[in-house]
């Protein structure tokens, strides 16, 4: 049997010779490499999911409701009140995490014979997805400090005249923002090229420096917000993500959406996490401080760092990425290498966790000097 490999399989030709998203699970002390939130969720909330979930426990026998209203209309009361740009439940749309948000747009409006782009280094799996929805995946430039390079950007989406425009903001694993000026040149060049949609993917906006790019949604059908509750409500085990856009874009991926995706006990935990937004959002507050405290404390100790809108930092440059990430871990210490050479990415965990992180990193930059 264990002869047998993916590739001898009569797998699509696309996903030939190709890993899956890995990111290493491994147990030790201090995990900072998937850019979750370190803190476990309140005990008054942990309560409040039990008793939520113990009344959906008894209507398990029926389908969970199809169109999640009560937890779309709560989404939408979060996105308005955090951003004050009036959004309601026509507008927005849920999945099991932004990850399926993201596979429903582009079963959507990528797909065979169409092709999707990112600016990349980006989140990996956009390109994943697009590869495993049939979509050609075009890797867009960036400048040598990360941020987008507008005009060659423009130019690559007026070359390729792809289907989706890929914007993360802050991206990852940079952290870094991209100034609503880019996203809006970006969305004419693409309109320009051929009417496309552009997904600003905002898994991380709550810990940026500034502001949600929801009020571009007004007058613009082809923009998409994507959003998740894995990281600012802490909430990455829930998996739930969300959009926001003009209505037509909620009732195009309904097209492909499976039915009765979002189970009850989903939608119960989520709305009780939402009733206790207020808590949440104070562990955002410190956890944006922590980071701050990492960005300073990295470049003291003589490291290059990525300005950071996110609960993560990227900081290097190594020789070999990959060689540090091992010592690091071998301190007790999970980072993450995305492949990105020269450069590593930690995630803002609590205090103690970061003060680990920043002993092994110290340790190591004395060991070269
Ligand atoms: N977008 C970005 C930029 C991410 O970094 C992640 C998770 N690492 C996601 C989307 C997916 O998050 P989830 O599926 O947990 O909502």
New binding site residues.
């Given amino acids: 049997m264990s002869d047998v490999r993916i590739d001898d399989l009569p797998v699509r030709d696309e996903l030939r010779g190709k890993s899956p998203y890995g990111a290493p699970q491994l147990d030790v002390p201090v995990r900072l490499n998937?850019?979750e939130n370190p803190y476990p969720l309140p005990d008054a909330l942990v309560e409040r999911i039990t008793e939520r979930v113990r009344e959906a426990a008894r209507d398990l026998n029926r389908y969970p409701d199809r169109d999640a209203v009560e937890l779309r209309t709560q989404l939408a009361k979060y996105l308005t009140d955090t951003s004050g740009y009036e959004v309601g439940l026509a507008n927005v749309w849920a999945a099991n995490?932004?990850?399926?948000v993201?596979q429903q747009l582009l079963q959507t409006f990528g797909g065979p014979g169409r092709t999707a782009i990112g600016f990349e280094p980006s989140?990996s799996?956009h390109g994943l997805i697009s590869r495993g929805t049939g979509t050609g995946w075009i890797s867009g430039p960036r400048n040598e400090d990360f941020t987008i390079d507008l005009a060659a950007a423009e130019k690559a989406i007026a070359e390729n005249r792809p289907d989706v425009v890929f914007i993360?903001t802050p991206n990852?694993p940079t952290g870094t923002a991209v100034p609503p000026e880019t996203v809006l040149a970006l969305y004419e060049a693409a309109q320009a090229a051929k009417p496309s949609m552009v997904v600003v993917?905002e898994?991380?906006i709550e810990f940026s420096h500034g502001d949600s790019l929801l009020p571009l949604l007004e007058g613009r059908p082809n923009l998409v917000v994507?959003r998740?509750?894995?990281k600012a409500f802490g909430a990455?085990g829930l998996?739930?993500?969300y959009l926001a856009a003009h209505p037509a874009v909620v009732d195009a991926v309904q097209l492909v959406r499976l039915p009765y995706h979002l189970s009850a006990v989903t939608q119960a935990t989520a709305l009780a996490a939402l009733e206790h937004t207020d808590t949440l959002l104070k562990y955002v507050e410190q956890l944006k401080a922590e980071r701050d405290r990492l960005v300073g404390e990295l470049l003291a100790i003589g490291y290059e760092v990525t300005a950071s809108d996110a609960n993560f930092v990227q900081f290097g440059r190594f020789d070999d990425a990959h060689v540090t990430w091992q010592k690091i871990l071998d301190r007790g210490v999970l980072v993450r290498d995305n492949g990105v050479p020269g450069w590593l990415r930690v995630t803002a965990g609590t205090p103690e966790e970061n003060d680990a992180f920043l002993d092994a990193v110290r340790e190591l930059k004395k060991e070269q000097s």
Wanted: glycine share 10%.
């Fill in positions: 998937t850019n995490g932004s990850n399926e993201i989140y799996m993360t990852n993917d898994a991380y994507s998740t509750m894995s990455a998996r739930l993500g």
